[in-house]
């Protein structure tokens, strides 16, 4: 086949820490965030609106609010808006950041789906760490209790039906498709 069965993009966006000139890196992690937008356009350019395409990562931006990842939002919809099995604000929250005063729970990583790809999104989640009895650790209330988790970042899931993009691109045929010809 000419065209990938699929496309993925990580993504590692600059930190919102300051930068001479640049508050929380703002223009940095929008001009990153357009990059990415650019290198999709031309990928969906080369091999066409049908093939599907995952952008994942660590945007370091509110992927809610923020206006920064509009360019990506223009090709793409978050997966976590497809087929999730819960939704809610708390439950997308990805990272905690302390600075002198607050604690700020986020939704700064995801993964961004273009449209070939809605129909096999299975679930999108994140993973909460637990304790050696499996239990969920609650979100940490002081930088101590988040310096003992495994990152500062919660792992992002993302379930997809694999076996039908392969076959659109004719790259598998499980056995039960095959027809013998006897």
Do not use: C, W
């Not at 890196?25 to 350019?45: D, G, N, P």
């Not at 609010?65 to 990506?72: G, Q």
């Amino acid at each position: 086949p000419n065209e990938p069965a699929l496309i993925l993009l990580g993504a590692h966006v600059k930190s919102m820490n300051d930068r001479p000139s640049d508050p929380n890196s703002t223009m940095l992690r929008a001009a990153q965030i357009f990059k990415m937008h650019k290198i999709a356009k031309k990928l969906r350019e080369k091999y066409g609106h049908k093939v599907p395409m995952i952008i994942g990562g660590d945007f370091n931006t509110p992927i809610q609010t923020s206006k920064i990842i509009n360019p990506i939002k223009q090709m793409f919809k978050n997966a976590f808006d497809l087929n999730s099995a819960d939704s809610r604000p708390n439950e997308r929250i990805t990272h905690v950041f302390f600075d002198q005063k607050t604690i700020q729970f986020q939704e700064i990583d995801g993964f961004f789906v273009n449209q070939p790809l809605f129909n096999h999104v299975l679930d999108a989640r994140i993973y909460r760490y637990r304790d050696q009895a499996g239990n969920i650790i609650p979100f940490p209330r002081s930088v101590q209790a988040r310096l003992a988790q495994p990152s500062d970042h919660f792992p992002i899931i993302l379930d997809i039906a694999v076996d039908p993009l392969l076959q659109s691109a004719g790259l598998f045929n499980p056995p039960e498709l095959i027809h013998s010809s006897r």
